[in-house]
């Protein structure tokens, strides 16, 4: 009992201060205009507002910028989730040409340092004219994500027995068919982690995003924020509530798939 | 072909060309660049100067300084998330109440978008207005710390957001490796006479381990090379160009100083780093698994 106790104030404690830098968030975002700097440490301000909030898509291109992220993300995970599902199927069933090298391939790309594919690339975008462009963007991210889902499909497929297959094939049922119809439903699991990761790397990308895009109306999100923060005076206000919104769909997305991030997460096959 | 190679061929194409396009070729224009003098100078007009540039890198005094700091920022982020993860995982495995929502809870800073974390760790740093001081003195009586105006503080300033950002997952990572360890497990060695910490040492740890150890490696690989942090936290290397891992180093000499065949050249000698320390790891595993 008492070993329950002392586990609890210790989860707590590491909660409440995990959760800390989350309220400060919301804090500063419901502080009305005049007293956005302040010293107090009470988490709902006095005269809390939500004019920042309105701010941000009255005087801000606010909404654009969530239109643009919305696209980048969208593009982005339907591409690799596509593409991942089914060339992570390949190296997990066939044996083919290149089989071999194609995985190390994959798993030598998680040591590239950012820079070392962002830089030719934005020189080739550049070339093609793709700088200020959501394509050339979408282009960076799939670089990005490809490599990993590929491996995180393969590896679940992995776990899944080919009996399954053996048996459905047998009764006549084509390589295609027995794809989607048996083995993609059972892979929910891991294609909704490959999709979540790939959505959520494109939604609050900064790096990347802050090379390809120059012109205000094409931000994504992040840029967008940073922005607040760079300009001589931080504008704290636009920032929080803006932090706030940008965070909302992710988390929720995040907390409402966590159950699957235990099982969909295949981290153990790495070793292949 | 017979029908299984060509349904294979069918599912590989498509990624193949992509990454061929976007990973592949890209990798060799860098190798092409970084022994090429391309710089804003010489944008169009550039040309193939041999290996001067890696010369560069290994002959600038910063750079070994800047090594070290990239292991210290690789080993102490990782440390704290392994251990605060696992510590985690093994409370959160207990039957404590409202176990649920701290698990939600918990896992709530790797749910935020990382620029959001950034951002928002840089405006608790400040010195007048931002929490960490407000609390120092408001809550334990001490003097306010210069965080992002010195080098040393900007620098902890990064490693705590990040601390604070990478712990849930060796957490989610521990929590599954725990479900999968049988319970006739500690029930045996309970039977054995052995405690806690014996029973943690004997069966939790070795069982963890198969699970940990890639997420160990992918965690160094990732923080080794983890740029946002830095960059947003120290607002691009401040003060004065101080706060840098490599990885920040070669962005701005990259996108901000636009010394592109350096750069090239800078991102293969961090790739190699990395190469190097993961085959030596894999070769320790390998001599650990096949004992002489």
């Known amino acids: ?23 400060t968030v919301i804090t500063v975002s419901l502080r009305p205009g005049d007293r956005l700097l302040s010293t107090s440490l009470a988490i ?3 005269g809390a507002t939500f004019e920042n909030y309105i701010a941000l898509f009255r005087d801000k291109p606010f909404a654009r910028w969530m239109f643009n992220s919305t696209l980048v993300a969208l593009a982005v995970t339907i591409f690799a989730t596509a593409l991942a599902s089914t060339a992570g199927y390949a190296f997990s069933r066939f044996r083919f040409p290149g089989h071999r090298a194609g995985m190390t391939l994959l798993l030598v790309t998680q040591m590239f340092p950012a820079t070392m594919l962002l830089l030719p690339l934005f020189l080739m975008l550049a070339k093609l004219q793709l700088i200020n462009s959501y394509l050339g963007l979408i282009a960076v991210y799939s670089a990005t994500a490809l490599p990993f ?12 027995p080919r009996e399954l297959e053996e048996a459905a094939l047998m009764d006549g049922a084509g390589y295609w068919r027995v794809f989607y119809s048996i083995i993609l439903p059972l892979a929910a699991p891991a294609l909704v982690i490959t ?22 109306n094409l931000f994504t999100l992040p840029l967008g924020l940073k922005q607040f923060q760079s300009s001589m005076t931080t504008e704290w206000g636009l920032y929080s509530a803006g932090s706030i919104i940008v965070s909302i769909p992710v988390i929720a997305l995040f907390l409402y798939l966590s159950k699957w991030l235990v099982s969909g997460l295949t981290l153990g096959s790495v070793k292949g | 072909m017979n029908n299984d190679k060509r349904f294979a061929m069918a599912l590989i194409i498509p990624a193949a060309i992509i990454i061929a396009a976007v990973v592949v070729y890209p990798f060799v224009y860098n190798l092409v660049l970084s022994f090429s003098n391309m710089s804003l100078l010489h944008i169009r007009d550039w040309q193939i100067i041999g290996p001067r540039q890696y010369e560069k890198v290994f002959t600038e005094p910063r750079f070994y300084g800047i090594l070290w700091k990239t292991l210290l920022w690789t080993v102490v982020n990782v440390t704290f998330h392994v251990t605060i993860g696992m510590a985690l995982a093994l409370v959160l495995y207990e039957k404590v109440p409202g176990k649920k929502l701290f698990r939600t809870l918990l896992i709530l800073p790797w749910a935020i978008p990382p ?3 950034a951002l928002t760790w840089r405006g608790m740093f400040h010195y007048e207005y931002g929490a960490v001081n407000l609390i120092l003195a408001k809550v334990l009586h001490q003097t306010p710390i210069q965080w992002l105006n010195d080098p040393v503080g900007t620098f902890a300033a990064c490693i705590m957001t990040n601390v604070w950002l990478g712990f849930p997952f060796m957490m989610i990572v521990a929590l599954g490796g725990l479900q999968s360890i049988p319970h006739d497990l500690y029930e045996a060695a309970t039977m054995d006479g052995a405690n806690a910490w014996q029973r943690f040492k004997t069966v ?7 699970v940990m150890t890639p997420a160990i490696v992918l965690g160094f690989v990732w923080t080794f090379n983890k740029v946002d942090i830095v960059w947003l936290v120290s607002n691009g290397g401040e003060p004065a160009d101080s706060t840098h891992i490599l990885v920040s180093y070669v962005y701005r000499a990259a996108f901000n100083l636009y010394r592109y065949g350096y ?18 790891f894999m070769r320790m595993q390998r001599e650990k698994a096949t004992p002489a």
Do not use: H, N, R
């Open chain 1, 44 to 46: 709902i301000p006095d």
């Open chain 1, 195 to 216: 999709a979540l990761f790939s959505f959520l790397t494109a939604w609050s990308e900064y790096i990347v995003a802050a090379q390809v895009l120059l012109t205000e």
């Open chain 2, 115 to 117: 620029v959001v974390t």
């Open chain 1, 1 to 23: 009992m008492l070993k329950k106790l002392i586990l609890f104030i210790v989860l707590l404690a590491v909660t409440v201060g995990t959760i800390y830098p989350v309220l």
């Open chain 2, 204 to 210: 939790t740890l070795p069982m963890l381990k198969p």
């Open chain 1, 149 to 160: 889902t590929i491996w995180q499909m393969k590896g679940y497929y992995d776990t899944i």
């Open chain 2, 263 to 280: 750069a090239a050249a800078f991102s293969v000698i961090i790739f190699l780093i990395l190469m190097a320390f993961s085959l030596v």
